[in-house]
């Protein structure tokens, strides 16, 4: 005879029901745990930017460089400038100190310790500081040797302006100068009178070609009026009076 199972050994078939619910049981046991360990990573930020905070203080009035703040993210950092930040590692308890460069990212400091973490941004800071120092420096040197646009533009105006000088004559008595006077004063007669010659060639060419203009004009007219004019005259008025 086969043997009866007892009614909790039976197999009972799967429920989709209750994978579901144990499914989303995971889910949110495995979201706060996430959560948990975000909040690890902005505590122990927080700890550190209260360490690094009177540093910063420290720095020279005017100076706008160094703004500490954590931004809140899927990766929470602690941000001392635009170009460095903090950040916890995989493991939530490793500080990593970065910075952006023109090369890509580059590691600084990276250690579990939050002084040596304060002493690396301390002299990363410190360095920040010597580099604005020198680029004002560098950009003041430049201007001091530089003239102004303003500048260059008057003295190229006063080199145009003047004019530039001529060299000394050679000593010349009275009687050289004055016939070098009336040397150079003959031509510009004869200049003159050619030129006054030439004008008046000029008029009378142009007068005479008016008149022959005139009188081609005329001619052909009384040839029109023979050929054709004295007829249609006669045909539409009457006859001609010349």
């Known amino acids: 005879m086969e043997e009866k199972k007892a009614d909790h050994l039976k197999s009972v078939p799967p429920s989709l029901t209750a994978a579901i619910r144990r499914a989303r049981i995971e889910g949110a046991e495995q979201n706060q745990a996430v959560a948990d360990l975000r909040e690890t990573e902005i505590a122990r930020l927080q700890l550190l930017e209260e360490a690094i905070r009177p540093v910063i203080d420290q720095a020279p009035s005017g100076v706008d460089l160094f703004d500490a703040g954590i931004a809140y993210g899927e990766h929470p950092r602690l941000f001392i400038d635009m170009i460095g930040f903090v950040e916890m590692a995989h493991d939530r308890r490793t500080y990593r100190f970065l910075q ?42 430049s201007r001091e040797g530089e003239a102004s646009p303003a500048e260059t533009r008057a003295r190229a105006a006063g080199l145009a302006k003047t004019p530039a000088p001529s060299p000394p004559p050679p000593d010349k008595t009275l009687g050289e100068t004055q016939g070098d006077a009336g040397a150079a004063a003959a031509p510009l007669g004869r200049r003159s009178w050619r030129s006054r010659a030439a004008d008046l060639f000029s008029f009378l060419l142009l007068v005479l070609g008016s008149m022959t203009f005139c009188l081609l004009v005329g001619v052909a007219a009384y040839a029109a009026w023979e050929i054709w004019g004295r007829a249609l005259w006669t045909a539409w008025i009457g006859p001609t009076a010349f």
Do not use: F, K
């Open 100 to 141: 952006d460069t023109r090369y890509g990212r580059v590691l600084i400091a990276e250690t579990e310790r939050i002084d040596r973490v304060v002493a690396a941004l301390t002299n990363y800071i410190a360095r920040r500081l010597v580099e604005r120092e020198r680029a004002l420096a560098s950009d003041w040197r």
